[in-house]
């Protein structure tokens, strides 16, 4: 008999919908490991080991003369960061929950929250990284001075933004094509390796072979990053334009994709996967 009516505002939505993708995101930040210590340190080994590996191969090649003029431990840092949050990010999202997973059996649960907090997952497990990792760099071996690093944080925002889309694309494809979706993410993922172009600078590469790095949104965001990370270093064959232009193409067929998808979802999916 005495009841009292809640309305539910805009607010209160947005609210409870904020609350929701919080508490997404803290569940796909401790997938790895339990311990939020030690899958942020397995996290980072990642990072120093293919700096080190990348230093290992550039001293005993002589390839640092090809590297800009400054240091060279910035110069590594500045690609594989990128490289790594556009990675992570791409399978992030490819391994976010589905229509037909369990958790969209709960009523406040939907793909958007379930794709919003795997994107927001990799994006604050990368930033603490590399806030991490520049740290120790700076301490231990020598100081690093970024030029403008307002630029170099908005190309890292970039870079996981650009993984985000190329993500939404997989999403989309992998409730029709389950196995194509998760080898086509993979060839993406090892192409990177060399198209992303973290081990080259775009103005000391001939025309024919920029043709082959060129369509690459993660090619212009490392070497825009690394244009605003060195004083001496100005890019002229990329631009900040191009990836996101691609990027929000892409998001908007992966969110028409995935409408469909959801649309047409059905609990023999899941079992096929």
């Not at 990329?238 to 979802?265: D, N, Q």
């Amino acid at each position: 008999m005495f009841q009292t009516e809640e309305r539910n505002t805009h607010f209160r939505s947005a609210i409870g919908l904020a609350d929701l993708i919080f508490v997404s995101t803290v569940r796909h930040v401790r997938k790895s490991h339990r311990n939020a210590i030690v899958g942020l340190v397995m996290n980072m080994m990642t990072t120093v080991i293919m700096v080190a590996a990348f230093y290992l191969m550039f001293s005993v090649l002589g390839l640092r003369g090809t590297a800009i003029r400054g240091n060279f431990i910035l110069y590594l840092l500045s690609g594989i960061f990128l490289f790594l949050t556009h990675t992570k990010a791409v399978g992030a999202i490819m391994g976010s929950e589905g229509p037909t997973s369990a958790m969209m059996k709960h009523a406040p649960m939907n793909t958007a929250i379930s794709i919003a907090s795997a994107a927001l997952s990799a994006l604050y497990i990368q930033t603490l990284s590399g806030i991490l990792i520049l740290f120790m760099a700076h301490v231990i071996w020598q100081p690093i001075v970024i030029d403008n690093p307002t630029g170099a944080i908005g190309m890292f925002l970039l870079s996981w933004f650009s993984g985000v889309a190329v993500g939404m694309v997989f999403l989309a494809i992998k409730p029709w094509f389950p196995g194509f979706a998760t080898i086509a993410s993979t060839i993406y993922s090892r192409a990177n390796m060399l198209a992303s172009g973290k081990m080259f600078v775009a103005n000391n590469m001939p025309s024919s072979v920029l043709a082959f790095f060129d369509w690459n949104p993660l090619f212009h965001c490392i070497d825009q990053s690394r244009g605003f990370a060195f004083i001496n270093y100005s890019p002229h064959f990329s631009s900040v334009s191009y990836p996101v232009i691609v990027s929000i193409t892409l998001v908007m067929l992966g969110l028409m994709g995935e409408f469909k998808a959801r649309r047409h979802a059905s609990i023999s999916w899941s079992a096929g996967r």
